[in-house]
């Protein structure tokens, strides 16, 4: 086996610069919520915690076209008519901090990703992360194509709200790396009214992706690139992504252009901007539970 990812790997860098390969992706995508975490510290019936998944099914499953070429890739959510709106403050708050167009260029190691964040656009302007690939031995069929297993460990920054999760109930996510090491849930007024309280931020995930050396090209969904082929599925903490479906080398290839809108800013500048938020949320529902404290917007 281990030859043989080194036979594809050899003819993957060949084929590569010889040939100009341009396509789309379609990535289905699926994040689950422990509904009995949800429902710790509060009075939920089983049909209420069926009505609430129901409501944030929206917002958990998704789909993606990850438009490429042997240079750039362009990563977007898939334009759908939402079938109604949920006021729940969990689900609002977590749309807030939901990725735009994702942009990647391999050639400048460049990630581009638009976002918008409580009504104001930002350009974040960052490098694209290096993780440390395993190359598995295992391999499984995905569709047409043959797919390798790889795994690696991404840091997660305490600001990367796409990464959390409601606190309590079991002990933890299995695609955590220190699952056993849970914060206790705090039961006082203030924790029970605040949403960001309730949630927690792994420091660490455990990263599973399927590459096909099939398409020797090495983008992947969202901002994950790097392995020696196209990545068509991953597991991240609670969300899996499928690629269901592939088009080829179009007759009229989508143009990629990186995203424009918004104010830009560096990875470490729009998560200072994300911490001065969320502290200014945290302090106006404290304020609101308490009664008599007022704060500016």
């Known amino acids: 086996m281990k030859i043989l990812i080194s036979i594809s ?3 993957i860098t060949f084929n590569s610069s010889a040939q ?8 289905e995508s699926k994040t689950t919520v422990d509904m009995d975490a949800f429902a710790t510290g509060r009075e939920m019936s089983e049909d209420m915690k069926k009505m609430i998944a129901e409501r944030m099914k929206s917002s958990l499953e998704k789909t993606y076209i990850l438009t490429f070429n042997n240079k750039e890739s362009i990563y977007k959510e898939e334009e759908k008519l939402e079938a109604g709106s949920d006021n729940g403050g969990f689900r609002m708050m977590m749309s807030s901090y939901s990725p735009g167009p994702q942009y990647k260029n391999l050639e400048t190691n460049q990630l581009i990703v638009e976002n918008e964040f409580f009504g104001k656009q930002f350009l974040v302007n960052d490098t694209l992360q290096n993780l440390d690939w395993k190359l598995e031995k295992e391999s499984k069929q995905i569709g047409q194509y043959i797919a390798f297993k790889a795994t690696a460990i991404k840091k997660v920054s305490a600001n990367d709200f796409t990464m959390a999760r409601p606190r309590g109930g079991r ?3 299995r695609n ?3 699952e056993k090491k ?6 006082d007024s203030a924790q029970k009214e605040d949403p960001i309280d309730q949630i927690e931020i792994p420091k660490e995930v455990i990263v599973t992706a399927w590459y096909t050396p099939q398409i020797p090209l090495g983008h992947g969904p969202g901002e994950y690139a790097g392995l020696p082929g196209l990545i068509l599925e991953m597991n991240v903490y609670r969300t899996t992504i499928l690629c ?5 080398n179009p007759k009229e290839s989508e143009k990629i252009e990186a995203p424009t809108k918004g104010k830009e800013v ?4 729009y ?3 994300v911490k001065e938020k969320t502290d200014e949320m945290r302090e106006n529902f404290r304020g609101r539970q308490g009664g008599d404290r007022h704060f500016g917007g």
Do not use: C, H, P
Request: hydrophobic share 35%; no cysteine; proline share 0%.
């Open 271 to 273: 998560e200072k901007i």
């Open 9 to 11: 790997l050899l003819l």
């Open 266 to 269: 560096s990875r470490e500048e």
């Open 244 to 248: 269901s479906k592939i088009i080829m």
């Open 20 to 27: 100009i390969i341009s396509g789309q992706a379609f990535y």
């Open 182 to 187: 849970q914060t206790e849930v705090k039961t």
């Open 171 to 173: 002990n933890g996510d």
């Open 176 to 178: 955590t790396v220190n």
